[in-house]
Nanobody, 126 residues
Framework: QVQLVESGGGLVQAGGSLRLSCAAS????????MGWFRQAPGKEREFVAT????????NYADSVKGRFTISRDNAKSTVYLQMNSLKPEDTAVYYC???????????????????WGKGTLVTVSS
């Protein structure tokens, strides 16, 4: 069974930092592009960041570019999201996702990805 388990969420003050982790099991991690999405209360799920198989290519939503960094450690089957300069509007449940392909389908409307985690809550207070 494939599992993606997020961790690292919590309460942080605006301007602070958090590092999210997503541990994958049941799949050959290096064969999957990985990424993060988030869903704020009362809003639709939105794309945050994605990273290709080797970690050599990344893509970010404009809203987080320059503040968030996605990375991966294939030896640990884990993808990370380093979040700096957090803002209250970053408050959301953050979900990890995995798919064998890497490209525009990750962030275009109607994107469908193979595997999803259950999410971890990030709350940024002002």
């Amino acid at each position: 069974q494939v599992q993606l388990v997020e961790s690292g969420g919590g309460l942080v003050q605006a301007g602070g930092s958090l590092r999210l982790s997503c541990a994958a099991s049941g799949l050959t991690f290096s064969m999957y592009a990985m990424g993060w999405f988030r869903q704020a209360p009362g809003k639709e799920r939105e794309f945050v960041a994605t990273i290709n198989w080797s970690g050599g290519s990344t893509n970010y939503a404009d809203s987080v570019k320059g503040r968030f960094t996605i990375s991966r450690d294939n030896a640990k089957s884990t993808v990370y999201l380093q979040m700096n300069s957090l803002k209250p509007e970053d408050t959301a449940v953050y979900y990890c996702a995995a798919d064998r392909s890497y490209g525009s389908h990750w962030y275009l409307a109607g994107a469908r990805l193979t595997y999803w985690g259950k999410g971890t809550l990030v709350t940024v207070s002002s």
